[in-house]
């Protein structure tokens, strides 16, 4: 919800210095000429006259990031000059910079350059000193202190708000709260910064980090005795939160506060894998509104099919079609779930798997080719051979008796017990049952040919993680912020 709001924005260069409705105070003005003339000085190579500036706007305002910029200065004239006392002055202010701001997102990397550049002062120190009449030069920085790279001033975002404590939104609510006034830290690019304090209006303007500039955005905050106030909670943190028109879009995630227009207002909160809670909410003028969902069901993860060929797979989640062709990434309640991968030519892939919530299981598959069956096809070939065989061996037995029994049964005259038709008949119904037994054989073996499984089986390698990947933007950083669990 948009307010008309009065709003100061001042830009430390004169010549892209915005129109002011207001003067910052003396003591912000003093720090931003200070802030100006040390960032010239610093491109200039002045380091020691711009550590003075900087030292001097630190002065005027106390900002962490004054005492950086001043060591970076330092950490320059050291490289530059080989100098022990702007090592020592750089690691002096770098320290004094953590002291002041033991929370700085860069701590880790203000840290190792401290050590880099005690392990350089030592070195020089070490140094055995010129012979007499020797030029001195400059010694040349070591491999470490180089691998630190420049060190720069940074640029610096004041953000105040009258009255103070208000909370900061930047680019979305739907982000979180970024602070509270008054905020000073870097904020690299182009932001739409939102500030917003219960009973008073909503001031939104845009804000642009640079390294050259100091930019000091103050906002005074009109009353608003006629709005409501509304704090909207789930039991399901980051919950999506809805207000009168889901066609717009959520508009912030739980736990969320802000002023409201008053009457009736309906919300919606909203959770992957739960059950949609409706509320509506009759706000008056000035009042304290709560807004409180109990969200029920099931937490949802994902499964992630990949695999080379994937694009030519259907991918079957518990029976069901899932996709019709990969990569396919699909979201599934939490639980037990069989995931099948099936591709022409290919031996298909199933796997069992069981999907926590807010998790991610990926699952790289490999099909392996499905080999021919010729083998199959010739023992069949050679079970009818057999078969037929046996059927022809059969019939000349029978052929055989058949004109023996004729002869017996006209008994004129008696057929001698001795003819060698009892005997070839006698062996070619052997042979044909021999030659059955053979087909019988040829053919189970042709049997087992067509569906055993030749060659390596098509295979699966899981990876689960707890993984969230989002732009974000933090008190004293900007960029992305990544949890993982194994």
């Known amino acids: 919800m948009r307010s008309r709001v009065c709003f100061v924005v001042w830009v430390a260069i004169c010549a892209l210095a915005a129109p002011v409705a207001a003067q910052p105070s003396d003591a912000l003005k003093k720090a931003q000429a200070a802030f100006d003339q040390a960032q010239l000085d610093y491109l200039q190579g002045k380091y020691d006259e711009a550590a003075k500036g900087f030292q001097d706007a630190f002065s005027a305002r106390d900002f962490p990031q004054f005492l950086y910029n001043t060591g970076a200065c330092y950490h320059m004239k050291g490289k530059r000059d080989g100098s022990v006392e702007s090592y020592t002055a750089a690691v002096s202010f770098y320290r004094k910079y953590l002291e002041k701001d033991p929370k700085a997102a860069d701590r880790a990397k203000v840290e190792k350059a401290i050590g880099v550049l005690e392990a350089e002062i030592k070195r020089l120190r070490e140094q055995a ?53 008054p905020w000073s830290g870097p904020l690299e690019g182009t932001h739409k910064v939102i500030i917003e304090k219960r009973g008073f209006m909503v001031s939104e303007s845009e804000v642009v980090g640079d390294p050259n500039k100091l930019f000091v955005l103050r906002a005074v905050l009109g009353k608003e005795n006629f709005l409501g106030w509304v704090d909207v909670t789930s039991n399901i943190p980051g919950a999506d939160i809805y207000i009168d028109d889901k066609n717009v879009g959520a508009v912030a995630k739980t736990p969320h506060s802000q002023n409201i227009k008053p009457g009736k207002h309906t919300f919606w909160i909203t959770a992957e894998g739960y059950n949609e809670a409706r509320i509506e909410v009759e706000v008056v003028p000035g009042g304290t509104h709560e807004v409180k969902a109990d969200l029920k069901g099931t937490p949802t993860g994902k499964i992630n099919i990949i695999g080379i060929g994937i694009e030519d797979s259907k991918i079957y989640v518990d029976g069901q079609l899932a996709c019709e062709r990969g990569p396919c990434l699909r979201s599934v309640p939490e639980g037990e779930h069989t995931v099948r991968v099936e591709r022409p030519g290919m031996k298909s892939f199933s796997r069992r798997l069981s999907v926590q919530g807010k998790t991610e299981t990926t699952i790289k598959v490999s099909l392996a080719p499905r080999p021919g069956r010729g083998d199959a096809v010739v023992a069949y070939v050679l079970a009818a051979g057999f ?65 055993r499984s030749k060659g390596p089986p098509s295979t699966g390698l899981m990876d689960i993680r707890a993984i969230a990947l989002q732009p974000q933007i933090g008190p004293s950083y900007a960029g992305l912020g990544m949890g993982v669990s194994w």
């Open 129 to 181: 000193p010129p012979a007499e009449g020797t030029p001195q030069t400059p010694a040349t920085p070591s491999a470490d202190v180089q691998s630190l790279g420049d060190a720069k001033p940074r640029s610096l975002v004041v953000i105040e708000s009258e009255p103070q404590g208000a909370t900061i939104y930047v680019d979305d609510r739907k982000k979180g709260s970024f602070g509270q006034t």
């Open 387 to 451: 078969a037929g065989g046996g059927a022809f061996l059969g019939y000349q037995a029978n052929k055989y008796r058949d004109d023996l029994r004729k002869e017996i049964d006209a008994g004129s005259p008696p057929v001698d017990n001795r003819d060698e038709r009892f005997t070839k008949g006698k062996i070619f119904a052997v042979a044909a049952d021999v030659t059955f037994g053979v087909a019988g054989i040829t053919a189970l073996t042709a049997l087992y040919y067509t569906f």
